[in-house]
């Protein structure tokens, strides 16, 4: 059960938009429409961003944005701010009835 | 509002078991709409999915760590427990709790306890 790939780091300056990707295989992001989002501040615990792949819970800003293509899905959190700085997680379920994390990203708003 | 928190000692040794309690309140823990799931996260490292039960007593488990853990659902007192035996250093994690929702509904974790930090040292 390796983890998803997403990438270590990605940052941009407040207002513009940036993407985090989230590869997996045809086991599970390409397999489902399972996929979460989470948000996490240090020490805290993770916050709900996106579920089922580009659903937003209320209460989460319309700025973030979910999607996918084939076994990669993405988040996109458009006119960027201070408090998007944060650890990003992805999620998505398998088809062994498990679930599955990315290894994180983290968000620097320059 | 739905609340979780997990319970248990703080410090382990090497080769012992590890158990975590979670309490939940506010919600039902015998809903037939939920499970209820362990993850948990090494210091400095991103999140690790462990497992989850549902009320019926279906069981899932990381096939990783599946050999050492066991999740168990306590109606009677509205909580939930996880059991990691043979511990190691590498066991050394935030251990959160968490409530997931079905099929139906995506299969997202709405609710989520705080963490509770688990040392495995001597």
């Known amino acids: 059960q390796s983890a998803l790939t997403q990438p270590a780091s990605v940052s941009g300056s407040p207002g513009q938009s940036i993407t985090i990707s989230c590869t997996g295989t045809s086991s599970d992001i390409g397999g489902y429409n399972y996929v979460s989002w989470y948000q996490q501040y240090p020490g805290k615990a993770p916050k709900l961003m996106i579920f089922?792949?580009?659903n937003r819970p209320s209460g989460v800003s319309p700025r973030f944005s979910g999607s996918k293509s084939g076994n990669t899905a993405s988040l996109t959190i458009s006119g960027l701010r201070a408090e998007d700085e944060a650890d990003y997680y992805c999620?998505?379920?398998?088809?062994?009835?498990?679930?599955?994390f990315g290894g994180g990203t983290k968000v620097t708003v320059l | 509002q739905v609340r979780l928190q997990e319970s248990g000692p703080g410090l382990v040794k090497p080769s012992e078991t590890l158990s975590l309690t979670c309490t939940v309140s506010g919600g039902s823990i015998t809903s037939t709409s939920y499970y209820w799931g362990w993850i948990r996260q090494p210091p400095g490292k991103g999140l690790e999915w462990i497992g989850i039960?549902?009320?019926?007593?279906?069981?899932y488990y990381n096939s990783s760590l599946k050999s050492r853990v066991t999740i168990s659902l306590d109606t009677s007192k509205t909580q939930f427990s996880l059991q990691l035996t043979s511990v190691t250093a590498a066991d050394t994690a935030v251990y959160f709790c968490a409530r997931r929702t079905p099929r139906s509904n995506w299969f997202y974790y709405d609710y989520w306890g705080q963490g509770a930090l688990v040392t495995v040292s001597s």
């Open positions: 999620l998505s379920y398998t088809d062994t009835s498990t679930e599955v």
């Open positions: 089922g792949v580009s």
């Open positions: 039960i549902h009320y019926a007593g279906n069981t």
